[in-house]
T-cell receptor, first 113, second 112 residues
């Protein structure tokens, strides 16, 4: 089955800096890669996703890049703000059949004012 | 708030007892999922269902059971066979498998 590795497990940045979280996956057939944000005590929520026919996707301060050859994808947050502090999860899956999302173990991002 | 509701928010169980966690959605989603979240472990899939009256085991199904008698409901039973049941349980639904998943608020189960 699919295996997703996520790094780093914790990340501390100063407000205004950029943050990058990286994930690798094992199944070359995976073609859907979402990112979820979970604030303390709250439910995970989708912030951005990318499919394998695209190399990069942006949404305001958030971007995701995908390198299918190397089997890794990354989340980039620019101009970080304290409200970006949360746990971020990457995931990967096949977009077909009974395949489901396999999540990484999460990255705790702390943005200091 | 998201259209998917889990209850209760906190649950305490004595060892040896079965307990059922509720999950209801009004999003008309076909697919529903149960995840277990432990510190540093991410989200691990327990069971999922793509359609009514059908469900599949996930990565950590041992000691758990589910049913999907109605499209909007996907209850999870934590049985006494689950050796380490204390955890945060998240239910989710999606329009179909591998589209955006919407999560409930979670149930924190503590075995006492």
């Amino acid at each position: 089955g699919e295996n997703v590795e996520q790094h780093p497990s914790t990340l501390s940045v100063q407000e205004g800096d950029s943050a990058v979280i990286k994930c690798t996956y094992s199944d070359s057939a995976s073609n859907y890669f979402p990112w979820y944000k979970q604030e303390l005590g709250k439910r995970p929520q989708l912030i951005i996703d990318i499919r394998s026919n695209v190399g990069e996707k942006k949404d305001q301060r958030i971007a995701v890049t995908l390198n299918k050859t190397a089997k890794h994808f990354s989340l980039h947050i620019t101009e970080t703000q304290p409200e970006d502090s949360a746990v971020y999860f990457c995931a990967a899956s096949l977009y077909s059949g009974y395949s489901t999302l396999t999540f990484g173990k999460g990255t705790m991002l702390l943005v200091s004012p | 708030d998201g259209g998917i509701t889990q209850s209760p928010k906190y649950l305490f169980r004595k060892e040896g007892q079965n307990v059922t966690l509720s999950c209801e959605q009004n999003l008309n989603h076909d697919a529903m999922y149960w995840y277990r979240q432990d510190p540093g472990q991410g989200l691990r899939l327990i069971y999922y269902s793509q359609i009514v009256n059908d469900f599949q085991k996930g990565d950590i199904a041992e000691g758990y059971s589910v049913s999907r008698e109605k499209k909007e409901s996907f209850p999870l039973t934590v049985t006494s066979a689950q050796k380490n049941p204390t955890a945060f349980y998240l239910c989710a639904s999606s329009r179909q498998v591998n589209t955006e998943a919407f999560f409930g608020q979670g149930t924190r189960l503590t075995v006492v």
